[in-house]
Structures are given as C-alpha cells and as structure tokens.
Nanobody, 111 residues
Framework: QLVESGGGLVQAGGSLRLSCTASGTMFSTGWHRQAPGKQRELVAGISTDGKPNYADSVKGRFTISRDNAKNTVFLRMNSLQSEDTSLYYC??????????WGQGTQVTVSS
C-alpha cells in the first residue's frame, strides 16, 4: 500500500514536495502524472541504489529522492508551471517486481 501526500494549489513559480510512503520495502520507485484527457506519463524514477531519471519536461526543476529507512520517496517540485497541473501518482515495485500504485495527489498550478 502506498500513501501519497503533499499535493495542493500553488502559484506559478512556486514549489511543492510530494511524499509517498509504502507499507513495505520499495525497490525501484517513481512518480507519474496524468492530466485530464492525457495519458499517464513518467515524471521521475529512482532506482533502489538511488539513481534518478527524469522526464525532459521536468529536468532541472524536479528532484526525486528516497529514504529507504522510512520506505518513502519524495518529489521536490520547483519553478512549477501551469503545464505541471495534474494528478500525481506514486509507483513502487516490491522484491517480486510487482507494481503498486498510490491513490494520486492533485497538483494545481495557477498562472
């Protein structure tokens, strides 16, 4: 089970930090987002040993990190733009490579 938090309403140029805590150990994990009428897309991922990868659209603005001791992954989002408005989902894989999704947290950026 994944529990997300940290979404909200922010003005353009502002920042938010999303958190996702798992009930068990997470292996590779990441954040995806889905805006109305669009496909879900990868925002950022992080491997078990902490190597990040980012969508081109968020490089230099978003930072993904993890705290393995707390089974938590974070997404720090800076310089938010209206195009970042979306429902953000956490995805995590367990030791058997089974995927779990969080319930989603809404991020709304006002211009």
């Amino acid at each position: 089970q994944l529990v997300e938090s940290g979404g909200g309403l922010v003005q353009a140029g502002g920042s938010l930090r999303l958190s996702c805590t798992a009930s068990g150990t997470m292996f590779s994990t990441g954040w995806h987002r889905q805006a109305p009428g669009k496909q879900r897309e990868l925002v950022a991922g992080i491997s078990t040993d902490g190597k990040p990868n980012y969508a081109d659209s968020v490089k230099g603005r978003f930072t993904i990190s993890r705290d393995n001791a707390k089974n938590t992954v974070f997404l720090r989002m800076n310089s938010l733009q209206s195009e970042d408005t979306s429902l953000y989902y956490c995805l995590a894989y367990d030791s058997a490579k089974r995927a779990s999704w969080g319930q989603g947290t809404q991020v709304t950026v006002s211009s």
